[in-house]
């Protein structure tokens, strides 16, 4: 079996430049929730993990995602949908040099570090594909090793990795972990699970 691929090897890039249509008129991202921006909840969950760098790709956001780390790519085209922003963030990791990159959502609050662990501990090797799921269907966060790394790059519009996320591997977590944020009542339903 390849080795493990450690989380000191990986670039961790955190979309946040949607376009937050279903949502409404205000930036989701900056919506309060348990006290703190919807965004930064995940922030705050991947703090302790050792990545080798972390990128956030954003577009209209005032969040302050440098001074939590992170080195800030605008994606000024937002409407080419979520495969604009992973291949500024790929480009910009396979810049840095990276075993492989942990692609995140900011509008997934309750995602934690032990499950971004259990990504990494299923990954194999440079060719790698592995995702979340809640058990019936495959979701963000994902795992691609570097030979990945051309075919991210060419993904085109908001399908974005779709395709090779149900064709990887993928690492079931509850699905209250995998829950994402996309129109107000989903916030609403955030809030009332404990």
């Known amino acids: 079996m390849k080795p493990i691929t450690p989380a ?7 979309l946040a430049a949607g376009r937050s249509e279903r949502f409404g008129d205000t930036d989701k991202l900056q919506q309060e929730y348990l006290g703190q921006p919807l965004a930064f909840h995940v922030v705050t969950a991947l703090e ?6 972390r ?9 302050d995602f440098g001074s939590r780390g992170y080195r800030v790519i605008h994606n000024d085209n937002p409407g080419d949908g979520m495969s604009g922003s ?4 790929v480009a ?5 040099g990276c075993a492989a990159v942990v692609v995140a959502l900011a509008d997934m609050p309750r995602v934690t570090a032990t499950h971004i662990y259990r990504l990494l501990d299923a990954t194999h090797g440079p060719d790698a594909v592995v995702a979340s799921s809640n058990g ?7 795992v691609f090793g570097a030979d990945q790394f051309e075919a991210l790059l060419t993904l085109e519009g ?18 209250s972990e995998l829950l994402d944020v996309d129109r107000p009542e989903d916030l609403e339903r955030l809030r009332t699970l404990r």
């Open 92 to 96: 910009a990791a396979r810049e840095i």
């Open 48 to 53: 302790s993990v050792p990545f080798k760098a």
């Open 158 to 175: 908001d399908e974005g990795a779709r395709a090779m996320v149900r064709a990887g591997r993928h690492v079931i977590a509850p699905e």
């Open 136 to 142: 019936v269907h495959p979701t963000p966060p994902a």
């Open 86 to 89: 992973v291949k500024l963030g």
């Open 8 to 14: 000191e090897e990986c670039v961790l890039i955190l």
């Open 55 to 63: 990128i956030a790709v954003c577009s209209g956001s005032e969040l």
